[in-house]
């Protein structure tokens, strides 16, 4: 799954400590998250979507290859 987290993230002026503690998790996560190498569960895509104020589906899309 693709998402656009880092370029959201970058927009709005937050490091990845700032948007992780925001969401309640690591930044090693934000960064796993970022880099496609971990899915969030459905809680924590929903407080990213929220902090990032995006839908859901605005900030992650299938991986179509």
Same mark, same amino acid.
């Given at each position: =799954?693709k998402n656009r987290i880092k370029e959201l993230r970058e927009q709005q002026g937050l490091s990845q400590g700032n948007l992780a503690? =925001?969401?309640? $998790?690591?930044?090693? &996560? *934000?960064?796993? *998250?970022?880099?496609?190498?971990?899915?969030? &569960?459905?809680?924590?895509?929903?407080?990213?979507?929220?902090?990032?104020?995006?839908? $859901?589906?605005?900030?992650?899309?299938?991986?179509?290859?």
């Open positions: =799954m503690e =925001m969401c309640r $998790v690591s930044r090693q &996560t *934000i960064n796993a *998250i970022e880099n496609n190498k971990y899915d969030p &569960t459905l809680e924590l895509a929903f407080r990213l979507a929220k902090v990032l104020r995006v839908k $859901v589906d605005e900030l992650f899309f299938p991986d179509e290859k």
